[in-house]
């Protein structure tokens, strides 16, 4: 009996004009092409300069802040409104101003003073842009300061060396943060939407009602809906791992066997979610947008964009509830740090729990009368 | 019905909360070998900065790998040997900071605000007092001095968000009625095609402008997000931008016939090119110049670039009149496009 539902499910879909090809095309673009966009890479900053000193030092400071690589010296005024006028316009994002006799009072008295005026309209730009340009700045006092205690022939100045290092993603690539977060995008989208508006399209082509008066029971029923889309999941993953490896030359740090059990899980789960909303849809319209309403929710809670330690402590605590931040979690953690099992074994365990619980919920929920 | 009114809602109470990338209480180890004054004066230091917090003072070399996969450490402070008496004999003292860099952002801030907790200490310990030697940079923050979020989400929220309603909902449910057989019904009648048109268009119209409120009043008196502008310039360029969007709906409708075709068109032409293109969530100018060039084509992100000027930054009229002047003629000729394809007749 089951076997002849599964056949029927496959015909289904394979049958399907479209859904085949979403199924390859999807993940491919996702995971070729968001990389470069999903980016939050702060690089190019525009930088309008107004050097009002002229000076050796004002010259050599701006050289260092243009070869940094991080700004862009857009415009060269004299005049702080103007340059103001600028930002307004989006042409520069942040306003550098060597005021006059900068460095007549770097020598005289050692202490000299800039201004820094950055468009935080994006506060995540403009805070980094602005810790960039002072973190410069301190550098540049610091070359200034410990050339002339040497030319002052004091004992060698008292400075320590501070080294950063960054492990996991040694060139902080942020394309690289973002992969694994795709990667799980391309397969919540595609194993969460299309059993969503699969029993919600057998509603309004009336053929659930044939479904219904089958002695088949709900069990079976849901089970035989969950099981194309579980497969469907490792076509896109398999797709996506090749993708990731082509475009950006990422391979998986923790291997991909943990990967494959992760998604085995969080597909079943997921697909849950979608089967339970389409109980409650009547159209394809409802259904879609109760879904999407769901996805925005958890992918937000989710920490792809930004860190869930950011956020406030009660919405920490509401993330727990989303299953796209176990798996996102355990995902970078694979993919960038290589963990192993027993390192995300809590998080492996939380998203089971989502798949039973989702899963009896669409059992419990679908109705065979109407 | 209720979900298009409460979509906008939840999504803003989302991305005012949720969207912060401030970094507070990050969980450092420290490696302390010299374990000598200075290192233990620059622990203390960290210990009383909100930014971080200090989980472990290990006093010999240990492999911490294994805990910063765990997430239980996100940076490693690592003093080098006998690390005061190199700072004031020789200058060669050193410290390593080892940063999780699974997020970039994040391990740049938390590595910048740990440097300038031990440059503070430097500063102190080589014995300057009253004004500290050195350039003193002062920031200002244009537009968002607290640098909240939301300045920055909010009109990509109500860009999207109309966009959804407006192109997405309208060209399904059209798509809906022909797949029905309803549209039909529609014809025959002898109601005039311009009229039926408008009819359609209306309800979603209404809901676009009690969201357009909505967003508004949420992000004034909840997220703290000031309109700085003028009202009434914010209205009518977000009227225009509806205009666009009922238009591009309604294009959508006439081009295809069923429901979940509209569906896949309206996703993949409008919803991901907003999503990731329109400057809503990623900076434009971050992009490879292909996809520059794309957002150039998105209706939403002339109007979310106009927003932000009228709404966070205050400015006029004569300030956005590039944004204005390119969704004015959006406007037109995809009101023109969908009339002139919409069919009167019964194929």
Redesign the interface.
């Known amino acids: 009996m089951f076997t002849y539902l599964l056949e029927k499910e496959f015909k289904q879909l394979l049958r399907n004009k ?1 859904l085949p090809r ?1 199924v390859v095309i999807l993940p491919f673009a996702m995971v070729g092409f ?1 990389p ?9 900053i ?1 930088l309008a300069l107004i050097d009002q000193d002229h000076s050796s030092y004002s010259k050599r400071l701006t050289g260092k802040l243009v070869s940094s690589g991080y700004f862009r010296l857009t415009e060269k005024t004299a005049n702080y409104s103007e340059a ?1 006028h600028a ?4 042409e520069s994002d942040v306003v550098f101003v060597i005021p006059p006799d900068f460095e007549k009072d ?1 020598v005289n008295t ?19 842009s ?2 960039y ?3 410069l ?2 550098d ?3 070359e ?2 410990t050339t002339k205690a040497q030319g002052a022939s004091q004992l ?15 060139h ?3 394309s690289y ?1 973002m992969i694994p977060a795709i990667l799980m995008m391309a397969l919540a989208m595609l194993t969460g939407f299309l059993p969503a ?1 699969n029993i919600v ?1 057998e509603k309004e082509d009336g053929t659930i009602e044939q479904m219904n008066v089958t002695p088949v029971n709900k069990f079976e029923l849901i089970l035989s809906k969950l099981i194309p889309y579980w497969i469907v999941g490792f076509v896109v993953l398999t797709i996506s791992f090749f993708v990731a490896w082509l475009f950006y030359g990422m391979v998986s740090a923790g291997g991909y066997l943990l990967v494959y059990l992760f998604a085995t899980v969080f597909v079943l789960a997921f697909s849950g979610i979608g089967l339970a909303i389409s109980n409650y849809a009547s ?4 259904g ?3 879904m ?2 769901f996805v ?2 958890f992918v ?2 989710s920490g792809l ?3 869930v ?4 402590q009660w ?1 920490q605590t509401v993330s727990l509830f989303s299953p796209l931040r176990f798996m996102i ?1 355990a995902l ?2 694979i993919f ?4 192993t099992f027993s ?1 995300l074994s809590g998080h492996f365990w939380a998203l089971c729990a989502f798949a039973v619980f989702f899963n009896s919920w669409a059992v419990i929920s679908y109705r065979k009368s109407s | 019905m209720a979900i298009m009114l409460l979509l906008p809602i939840i999504m803003l109470i989302l991305f005012g909360f949720a969207m912060t990338t401030e970094v507070k209480h990050t969980k450092v180890a420290v490696v302390d070998t010299s374990n000598d004054p200075m290192t233990r004066r620059i622990i203390e230091r960290f210990q009383a900065s909100a930014y971080f917090e200090v989980v472990e003072v290990l006093h010999h070399p240990e492999n911490l790998d294994g805990r910063m996969r765990r997430g239980e450490v996100q940076l490693i402070v690592y003093f080098g040997k006998s690390f005061q008496e190199r700072f004031n004999h020789s200058g060669k003292a050193q410290v390593a900071l080892i940063a999780d860099g699974t997020d970039p952002n994040s391990a740049k801030t938390r590595v910048s605000y740990a440097t300038a907790i031990i440059r503070t200490c430097q500063q102190e310990l080589a014995g300057a007092s009253g004004i500290s030697p050195g350039i003193q940079p002062t920031v200002r923050l244009l537009y968002n001095p607290q640098m909240k979020g939301a300045y920055n989400f909010v009109p990509g929220v109500m860009g999207m968000i109309l966009m959804l309603i407006c192109a997405m909902m309208t060209s399904i449910s059209i798509a809906r009625e022909k797949e029905f057989g309803t549209m039909e019904i529609l014809l025959v009648s002898p109601m005039k095609p311009l009229h039926m048109i408008i009819a359609k268009t209306i309800p979603y119209l209404v809901i676009s402008l009690v969201n357009l409120t909505n967003c508004l009043l949420l992000s004034v008196f909840m997220l703290g997000v000031p309109i700085a502008g003028n009202l009434i310039l914010l209205v009518g360029f977000s009227l225009i931008y509806i205009f666009v969007n009922l238009a591009l709906g309604l294009l959508i409708s006439s081009l295809v016939k069923t429901q979940l075709v509209a569906l896949l068109v309206s996703g993949m032409v409008l919803m991901i090119p907003v999503i990731f293109l329109s400057g809503m969530l990623y900076t434009i100018e971050n992009m490879p110049v292909f996809f520059q060039w794309a957002s150039q084509i998105l209706p939403a992100k002339w109007y979310i670039v106009g927003i932000k000027n009228i709404m966070i930054k205050g400015l006029g009229l004569a300030d956005i009149l590039p944004e204005l002047s390119v969704l004015v003629g959006m406007a037109v000729v995809f009101i023109t496009a969908s009339l002139k394809s919409f069919k009167y007749r019964l194929s």
Do not use: W
């Open positions: 479209f979403v968001f470069m966009v999903a980016n939050f890479d702060i690089k190019d525009n103001l930002v307004d316009q989006n770097l050692q202490h000299a003073e800039v201004q820094i005026a950055v468009n935080s309209v994006n506060g995540m730009r403009g805070g980094l602005s810790s340009l002072m973190s700045v301190t540049f006092s610091a200034i300061l060698t100045a008292a400075t320590c060396e501070v080294v950063p290092r960054y492990h996991f993603n040694t902080l690539k942020y943060t508006l399209g159209t394809i319209q409802q879609m947008f109760i999407f309403f925005i929710t937000f809670l964009y930004t860190p330690t950011s956020m406030p919405l979690e970078r953690g960038l740090k290589g963990c390192d």
